[in-house]
């Protein structure tokens, strides 16, 4: 799903009102995919209850009440502004729907009565028009609102476009949003949805058409995508049933040191999981004699040492493997000390310049101890930092990297002509060609010793098979994420996901990529 700000979302709709699109039937069509939506998607046996304000987010879920009022649905709006919309009040009276104005912020208690169990609540008070404050007598009456729907695990609330109160730039949330289960967004995901705190009310990210199709043909501006459904399901490698294990790529692997032994079995094993044919593993005598008998599916190459690191002289060992790999990647759990810059300066100086290359981790920052590293690199290449590391290689304080994301992540990906993976909540993902994708999940699951690790894997065995460095990078960060979505939900905790569990859910990850909408 394509992302906007609230200015290229207002120009979208006015090039698309203009080549015949009208205002009018965007927001029949919004309203009508929004009942649609909810018809296929929840159940709705104890009814819909609107929230509805006096601009157009109001008038979308007016008409999409009418909707299923027609439909013989049990269904009330809740008036909370005084509202401009009387010929859309007059369809919905007129196909059965009943009305209560709660605007003075009185008779609350017909609110409270159609609270019942199971009912879903639209939220349709506010969408893109809203900037904070505020301002009374709507914070007054939303205050009210809140407060009745605070804690109320038994109600669905379904945002129309956004939560109400959400400013949909920034990702600033007013005192009165109200967290919601799902948020239908029309035509675009607004970018504010998908910055802190508004993630976090927002709910899953669902998609309306309104009638205009892809919107990036109102624009000329080059438009981020949100990572669902619709941008991963072509990116999987083929498998041929005639293929075999050299059909799906040699992934080399050159992780770990003593003190880090699982980083090189989570970057292994995750590159098994996505499907590799083979992994191979470079390692130092240590983690070698640690993982062998665990890692059984690798083949090994073992790399001398100094005191449980890379010999600087090390690399003669693996030439022939940097050779026949379809893919490298290098950096998890190598730790940072001078016998490691030593021996990355001599194996970018070795690689093949067409096998695509992946660099993580503790190579991120020995990176920053070469030259014009990123002349080193090959075409193929994938970076992926976390904001400290980041912060190490542009020399920028993690704060600022953090509050402005995107940007230094775009900047950066083109200065250095590589795929940069920004990880973290809602990771980025700048591509060495422009393009920008954002992933939607920000779950605490993620956040563990070794996820990094397997994200790696993931990412490196994708490409290893024949993916695009950027494609791999899309695609494995959904998958890596959704893996820890679905490891949470069996754990029935984020508190107790461990990046093992995090291995055994990639292939429901990988199940529901392939099936399912996001
Ligand atoms: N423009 C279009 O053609 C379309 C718009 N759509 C919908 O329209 C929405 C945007 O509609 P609008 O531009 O009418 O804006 P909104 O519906 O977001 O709300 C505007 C209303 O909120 C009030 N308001 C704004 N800031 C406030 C504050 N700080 N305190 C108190 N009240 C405040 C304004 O006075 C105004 O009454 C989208 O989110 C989407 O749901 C969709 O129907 C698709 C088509
Ligand atoms: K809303």
Not at 192 to 210: E, N, T, V
Request: glycine share 10%; proline share 4%; with cysteine.
């Amino acid at each position: 799903m394509k992302i906007v700000s609230v200015e290229q979302m207002k120009a979208i709709e006015r090039a698309a009102d203009a080549s015949g699109v009208s205002y009018e039937m965007m927001m029949k069509n919004a309203g009508r995919g929004i009942a649609n939506w909810i018809s296929r998607n929840v159940s709705h046996r104890q009814g819909v209850i609107g929230l509805v304000g006096a601009g157009n987010n109001g008038g979308d879920t007016l008409i999409a009440l009418t909707w299923m009022a027609k439909w013989g649905l049990r269904t009330q709006a809740f008036l909370v502004k005084e509202n401009g919309n009387d010929a859309l009040l007059d369809d919905y009276l007129s196909s059965g729907g009943a009305v209560v104005d709660i605007s003075r912020n009185d008779r609350l208690d017909f609110f409270d009565a159609a609270l019942i169990p199971g009912v879903v609540v639209l939220d349709g008070i506010l969408g893109t028009g809203f900037r904070l404050p505020l301002r009374r007598p709507l914070h007054d009456v939303m205050v009210n609102i809140h407060k009745r729907l605070e804690n109320r695990s038994d109600l669905l609330i379904i945002a129309v476009d956004c939560p109400s109160g959400v400013d949909c730039d920034t990702g600033e949330v007013s005192v009165a949003t109200i967290p919601a289960a799902y948020t239908l967004t029309m035509a675009a995901m607004k970018q504010g949805l998908l910055s802190h705190p508004a993630r976090s009310f927002a709910g899953d990210l669902h998609y309306i058409d309104i009638g205009i199709g892809d919107p990036s043909i109102y624009t000329k501006d080059g438009l981020s995508e949100m990572i669902d459904h619709s941008v991963i399901r072509d990116l999987f490698p083929r498998r041929p049933d005639s293929g075999h294990k050299g059909t799906f790529g040699t992934c080399l692997m050159i992780a770990g040191s003593a003190p880090y032994v699982g980083a090189a079995y989570f970057a292994g094993k995750a590159a098994y999981r996505m499907g590799c044919g083979l992994v191979h593993m470079g390692v130092v005598r240590d983690v070698h004699r640690l993982l062998a008998g665990r890692l059984l599916e690798a083949v090994w190459t073992v790399i001398p040492d100094i005191e449980g690191v890379f010999d600087p002289d090390g690399l003669q060992v693996l030439l022939s493997a940097l050779q026949s790999a379809t893919a490298i990647a290098i950096g998890p759990g190598w730790g940072v000390n001078e016998s490691n810059i030593l021996f990355l300066t001599d194996l970018l100086q070795h690689l093949p310049p067409s096998t695509p290359l992946l660099i993580d981790a503790d190579a991120l920052k020995l990176l920053v101890n070469l030259k014009q590293w990123w002349s080193l690199l090959p075409d193929q290449v994938v970076l992926t930092p976390h904001p400290g590391e980041m912060s190490v290689l542009t020399r920028l304080k993690t704060s600022e990297i953090q509050s402005n994301r995107w940007e230094i992540a775009s900047e950066y990906a083109k200065l250095w002509r590589v795929n940069l993976v920004l990880k973290g909540a809602l990771t980025v993902i700048a591509c060495a060609n422009g393009k920008m994708f954002i992933n939607p999940v920000s779950d605490p699951a993620l956040a563990t010793a070794g996820s990094g690790d397997v994200l790696t894997g993931v990412i490196g065995g994708l490409m290893a098979q024949g993916v695009s460095a950027a494609h791999a990078s899309v695609l494995g960060v959904w998958i890596h994420a959704n893996s820890g979505k679905i490891a949470r939900i069996n754990c029935k905790t984020d508190m107790s996901v461990t990046a093992l569990d995090l291995l055994d859910y990639l292939p429901g990850a990988i199940v529901k990529a392939k099936e399912a909408g996001y």
